[in-house]
């Protein structure tokens, strides 16, 4: 079903995808809104697309820019400022909303409003797809017991995305080197690991254990006992000293300064390198039939940014198709992880996105890397 829909931040790394996403997807018309008209993207232009400059500290701008609109993507930021400034404009203007971030004050906040529109927040790469992506490995299993994680993202970042990275270790949104045990969080369960040749991964990557709200969610939906998740770091280590010393130090109330330097260390890791994103879970637990069975599943990306506003323009349109009710929500209740991941394997940003089902046959082997897999055991 088209319609019409608005993307914020249309200039930005995620909001640029996500125009031409939604505009490959039919979405209908499009109202693109930047700080600077020059800056927003061509490629989605056209007799549907209409370009017009919106600040979001503007009300009046940013209310007519809502007005009259289906659906409102929010791609600017940073979350923390903006909270739920562009949500309420949309609410007020009866048009859906979708975030392709969204920390816990906002889905907060937006839980609290009585709103009679549909709010969906994480509706990006992480947090996004690193919760749909393992109920999608969990379909058709009688009883899912343990869940492991490497998630390792070689990419450059903007000073938005770096503050929202940053604010995301710390505080309410989770803690580092806990893990899920027994059903429950549990501090300090594991230690980071250095120099660790994880299957699929280029190189050997140096990993931080560090369990979320989102993948708290995630277990306790699934019904998992354990959940060991690794955030895995490539390159020179420059991101992770810099992660290291910024933690150490205390980033306090102004965050911009620490992003800046995470953004540089990020540029040095990256020298000389392609991007890729790497999402891998093995699952662990019994089939349909009872037996025993452990599945493997992993997808191999190519930016950071467009992937996340994959997820964003596909929610959108599932907004447009009258599939999401009122209320807010997180991403992964209500996008179907089948049909995103369909769709995903058809975008050029996915290389790889294949389940492999050990023990039942393998969907697909990637790169014959299957069997390396195996052997190293790193799983």
Known sequence: MSGAVAVLGASGGVGAHAARMLAV?????LRLGARRVEAAPGPAGGPDTEIVAVDLWDDARLAEFCSGVDVVVNCAGPSYRVVDRVARAA???GAGYVDPGGDVPLFRALSAASGRTAAVVNAGLMPGLTS???RWLAT??????SLTAHVGLLDRLTPVGAAEYLLTLAGEHGEAMAAWRDGARRSRALQPDSAVRVPFFPAPVDLQPYLSLETERLAARLGVSDVDWWNAFD???NMLRTLGRLQAEGIGGDVEPAARQLCAAAELDLFGREPYQILLFRLDGSGENGQRESRTLLLRGTDTYELTAA?????AQRLLDGAVPP?????????DPAALCAWLREQPVVSALERLDAGTGAEGAVDGAVDDAVEEGAL
Do not use: Q, Y
């Open 25 to 29: 997807l039919g979405a209908g018309r």
């Open 91 to 93: 609410a007020a203007a």
């Open 132 to 134: 749909i992506l393992p």
């Open 140 to 145: 058709g299993m009688r009883e899912c017991r």
């Open 235 to 237: 390159g020179a280590g």
């Open 311 to 315: 997820v964003a323009a596909f929610t």
């Open 327 to 335: 209320g807010a929500h997180h991403v992964e209740d209500v996008v």
